[in-house]
């Protein structure tokens, strides 16, 4: 994906980063982060703002994810980042920000996804509630192992990139299966580094999540 304009520019860079940081406070920080291990958000995201003031003050982010969905192949737009400046708030701003996004959404993909703890702010759009469910499981019986160990990036990274590229769709029914940069900048995101992912040579695998006493996330 090309850079979008907004992004080149370096003082349109600069608000944005600005608006994103003012609801995600570590957010600016940690996208510079996932760009220099080589997943770059300039380029996954396609930016729509509102101004006021001579200045942007709302976005909405778009990216284009690839899916397995319902046994097909199929991609879709994922909304995300979707912030105001506090002192802009209710305005309309982030509507109008919404609504360039969807217009833009709405003859290039089948459908778009979001992901929010506050549904009600997005159902206006269109967007409804699917489901999702968590399943929990014992640990196996017998000693603990000791296989899988922190990502080291100088070492790691072109493995886990390449196992990434390969890997198979963890369901049929819904799963992300791009080649690595959403998993790599969600990754970033999370936690401002690597320190989400461990791997485990010898099974040529890689394991996302958090280890918290027997608890595996």
Do not use: N
């Not at 929010?116 to 702010?121: G, M, N, R, V």
């Not at 401002?192 to 040529?204: F, H, I, N």
């Amino acid at each position: 994906m090309q850079i979008h304009p907004l992004y080149r520019d370096p003082r349109a860079r600069g608000e944005l980063l600005a608006v994103l940081g003012s609801a995600f406070s570590t957010l600016p920080g940690k996208i510079d982060a996932a760009r220099a291990l080589g997943w770059d958000w300039d380029t996954t995201t396609t930016p729509f703002v509102d101004r006021a003031d001579g200045q942007i003050v709302s976005h909405v982010g778009v990216l284009d994810v690839p899916l397995r969905l319902a046994g097909r192949a199929a991609r879709v737009a994922g909304i995300h980042a979707v912030c105001t400046l506090p002192s802009h708030r209710r305005r309309g701003c982030y509507r109008r920000a919404m609504e360039q996004a969807l217009a833009f959404v709405e003859p290039r993909w089948e459908l778009a996804q979001l992901f929010t703890s506050q549904p009600s702010l997005y159902e206006p759009f269109g967007f409804r509630v699917i489901a999702t469910g968590q399943w929990e499981a014992d640990r196996p019986p017998g000693p603990r192992g000791d296989l899988a160990r922190p990502l080291d990036p100088e070492t790691d990274l072109a493995a886990l990139c390449g196992a990434l590229a390969r890997r198979a769709p963890l369901s049929d029914r819904y799963a992300v299966v791009d080649d690595g940069w959403l998993l790599g900048i969600d990754a970033v995101l999370a936690t401002g580094d690597l320190s989400l992912l461990r791997r485990v040579p010898q099974l040529d695998a890689f394991i996302a999540g958090r280890l918290e006493g027997d608890r595996l996330t």
